[in-house]
């Protein structure tokens, strides 16, 4: 049995949902076809696929066979793309997980562009703020924020992110506004919470030397990113909200920025991927592209010329259970 070709054939099959349909697109006959699967299948010792007349189905373990199947062979176009020098033109599957509000607000709003520039690289965009596990998963890359801890992954930098303490007017219709972090606790706050432990994050002030850490009892928590600016808006309370989001708002007046003085620490965006990814010519345009995207975003850029002071290609080791950024 040629194991590659079988592979090769399986997948086909997985995507078209019949012998038929996968033998046409192959130029073979539909024997050889089913024979290839056949056989595959008798050298795991497990069935991938059930058959019906018309169609067919993956199993269980035809589903987790097919995905370890894409990665194998994008991998192997990978190896024939680099010895044949196309590395220039990238192409084939490429996975990027990403919290919602940066995906929503920065990064699908570009996609065209990076489209145009990589029209052969077809993009599997995972849009959620839960934790992942790249290796499991199959996830070729993650734009998360947070801090870093040694392990084996690698990130690239691409950004920092300020915060801003606002509230809607509806809100504060009828009270009195914080003056000092310590008079948030009389407030209703907007705050967030880990979808893995259940705990809100406390909100985080400083001012010079000073810090201080506010751990909000009552109000609404959410584990979204966009629902947090939503509930924001709609009036439920206090909290703290990247500035690139809030302050479109503080020009319309629906939302008031206050304690202007008392800023959290920047919330630090990194590209992170497993080490031996970065060869692949699909992620290695990818992250260019976004390094340049994710500058126009950062709280450190100088104003005059828009250039962020330190976009560094800085390798550094994450853990694998890396927290989602908000």
């Given at each position: 049995?040629?194991q590659?070709?079988?592979i090769?054939?399986f ?5 078209a949902?019949s ?9 073979l006959?539909?024997?050889s ?6 056989d ?16 067919v189905?993956m ?5 987790a066979?097919?995905?370890?199947a894409l990665?194998?062979?994008a991998?192997?176009d990978?190896m024939?793309?680099?010895?044949k020098?196309s590395?220039?033109t990238?192409?084939g ?5 990403i919290?919602?509000?940066l ?11 990076f ?8 993009l ?5 703020d ?7 998963e ?14 084996s992954?690698k ?5 920092e ?7 809607a ?10 003056r ?8 209703q706050?907007?705050?967030y919470?880990?979808?893995?432990s259940?705990?809100r994050?406390?909100l985080r002030?400083?001012r ?9 009892s ?5 584990n979204?990113?966009t629902?947090?600016?939503?509930a ?8 703290q909200?990247?500035?690139f989001l809030?302050?479109?708002?503080f ?9 202007p ?12 991927y497993?080490?031996?990814r970065?060869?692949?010519?699909r992620?290695?345009a990818f ?17 005059d010329?828009g250039?962020p ?8 080791s ?9």
């Open positions: 049995m040629d590659l070709l079988a090769r054939t997948v086909r099959v997985a995507e949902g012998f038929a349909k996968a033998a046409d697109s192959m130029n006959p539909r024997s076809v089913s024979k290839m699967v056949q595959l299948e008798a050298h795991l010792g497990t069935k991938l696929v059930e058959r019906t007349t018309r169609s189905a199993t269980k373990e035809g589903i066979y097919h995905e370890r990665r194998l062979l991998d192997l990978d024939d793309g680099t010895v020098g590395r220039s990238p192409k599957r490429l996975r990027v997980d919290g919602s509000v995906a929503n607000r920065i990064l699908i709003p570009a996609l065209d562009d489209r145009r520039g990589y029209p052969d690289i077809e599997l965009l995972g849009v959620s839960r934790a992942t596990d790249l290796i499991g199959g996830i070729d890359c993650v734009i998360r924020g947070g801090a870093l801890a040694d392990s992954l990130a690239r930098r691409l950004c992110l300020d915060y801003v303490v606002c509230a007017p509806s809100y504060l219709d009828g009270r009195e506004a914080p000092h972090p310590d008079d948030v606790a009389g407030h706050v907007v705050s919470f880990s979808a893995t259940g705990k994050f406390p002030f400083a010079g030397a000073e810090r201080l850490e506010i751990s909000p009552g109000g609404i928590a959410v979204e990113s629902a947090h600016l939503t924001l808006l709609s009036g439920l309370g206090i909290g909200s990247f500035g809030a302050r479109q708002h020009g319309d007046g629906t939302l008031v920025e206050m304690l003085d008392w800023k959290p620490e920047n919330h630090v965006l990194h590209l992170v497993p080490p031996d970065f060869e692949n010519p992620l290695r992250t260019e592209w976004a390094v340049q995207l994710f500058a126009a975003f950062d709280a450190r850029r100088q104003d010329s250039v002071s330190s976009i560094l290609m800085d390798n550094v994450i853990p694998g259970n890396f927290s989602p950024g908000r």
